[in-house]
């Protein structure tokens, strides 16, 4: 694999951050384990039929839960979420029960959705791509709850500045 220069990766990324997307929270289930987590890398990737790409690090612990799960939770979060970002983005699952510290319910699927998230969407994993270090999950949508207004997103500048809970490498 080729190495990029920091003359490419600097001006890259401050292209990416300039964008602002929005941030989210995924939320997984396998068995009887449950787990959540802040991505930054999610975007809806077609209109008919309706699919949504979450990108999941390989070294987060909602990945391990995401690996045998046939369906996922992703939450839309307002302007005002920061502090649900905070819990699951600057913690992490393995030393902490996230869940334990926030107001939840189980969703479609035995999901976990999140009650302070401003609308959220179950899907169903459809398929899995590899993206260095980390995996796209390709979700067809299975049930959704939208706002009931408009919302302005979390975006990721209000979240940059999080020490994540565990490292993406």
Not at 2 to 19: E, G, H, K, M
Not at 67 to 91: I, K, N, P, T
Request: some cysteine; charged content about 20%.
């Amino acid at each position: 694999m080729s190495r990029v220069a920091d003359s490419v990766l600097r001006p890259f990324d401050t292209i990416v951050a300039y964008a602002d997307a929005p941030v989210w929270i995924v939320t997984a289930r396998s068995e009887e384990r449950r787990a959540g987590c802040l991505v930054g890398f999610a975007a809806q990737v077609s209109i008919e039929p309706r699919r949504f790409l979450v990108g999941l690090s390989t070294a987060n612990h909602t990945f391990t839960i995401a690996e045998g799960a046939r369906h996922l939770a992703v939450h839309l979060l307002d302007a005002d979420g920061f502090a649900l970002a905070q819990l699951f983005g600057a913690e992490t699952g393995v030393e902490l029960d996230k869940f334990e510290h926030c107001d939840w319910h189980t969703g479609p699927h035995g999901l976990p959705i999140l009650g302070g998230a401003a609308g959220w969407f179950t899907g169903e994993v459809v398929q899995r791509v590899e993206f260095g270090d980390h995996i796209g999950f390709v979700l067809a949508p299975t049930a959704a709850h939208a706002p009931a207004a408009p919302v302005r997103s979390l975006r990721y500048d209000k979240v940059a500045d999080l020490d994540p809970g565990q490292p993406a490498d």
